[in-house]
């Protein structure tokens, strides 16, 4: 089966410790994205990546940092440096481009210690 | 800037009810309009969308028109069921912009017997 998926489901963080959540797609999508969802509040665009080796930041990009070394995989680290990190974390993904579809993971929820 | 603005929820109903959710947006450009549903616990699912003015999406009983002189994409469904329940996002993407969404804060609906 085609799909995203994200883990673990739940994480837990120290203070002054980073941690890094997973994003693996096998969709042969291009675009992969991180969003962070609050309660009663939409989706905020942390990080986006149109293609290997590229991303870019979103609206709520400082306090964390992704990489994109391959196309089925976009993880994101959420370092120290974010101060209020407890939420839950969508990651999605589509072929690109305005208008297409995107793809969510089931999220993970990460809470603080 | 980029926006969407959904109606407050949460919207309770009984089942066999009409449904409306109303979504207004601010948009530069000739945005792509999007529908997302989020059951509890999990992330989005793709409801429906259009993408360009005067389309209707449509998908399980639930429609919506993108409606360019209103700005807005309402979302409707004639007849509501239990299983609706679920929060609903509005959301925008417009071109050159690597894709990435521009959601509503979401629109909580129960749905009761």
């Known amino acids: 089966d085609g799909g995203i998926t994200q883990s673990p489901k739940y994480l837990f963080r120290k203070e002054g410790q980073n941690v890094t959540l997973s994003c693996e797609q096998n969709l042969n999508h291009d675009a992969m994205y991180w969003y962070r969802q609050d309660p009663g509040q939409g989706l905020r665009l942390i990080y986006y990546s149109q293609i290997v080796n590229d991303f870019q930041k979103g609206d709520i990009a400082e306090g964390y940092s992704v990489s994109r070394e391959k196309k089925e995989s976009f993880p994101l680290t959420v370092t120290s440096a974010q101060k209020n990190p407890t939420a839950f974390y969508l990651c999605?993904?589509?072929?690109?481009?305005?208008?297409?579809?995107?793809?969510f993971g089931p999220g993970t929820r990460l809470l603080v210690l | 800037g980029n926006s969407v603005t959904q109606m407050e929820g949460p919207v309770t109903l009984s089942e066999e009810a009409f449904l409306t959710i109303n979504c207004t947006y601010t948009?530069?450009?000739?945005?792509?309009l999007f529908w997302y549903v989020q059951y509890p616990g999990e992330g989005l699912q793709l409801l429906l969308k259009?993408?360009?003015?005067?389309d209707k999406g449509s998908n399980k009983g639930f429609e919506a028109t993108y409606r360019k002189e209103t700005t807005s994409f309402h979302l409707e469904k004639g007849s509501v069921q239990v299983s609706d329940s679920a929060v609903y996002f509005c959301?925008?993407?417009?071109?050159?912009?690597?894709?990435?969404?521009?959601f509503g804060q979401g629109t909580e609906l129960s749905v009761k017997p």
């Open positions: 259009a993408t360009k003015a005067d």
């Open positions: 948009a530069t450009g000739y945005p792509s």
């Open positions: 999605a993904s589509s072929i690109g481009g305005s208008g297409k579809t995107q793809y």
């Open positions: 959301a925008l993407s417009l071109e050159n912009q690597g894709g990435k969404l521009i």
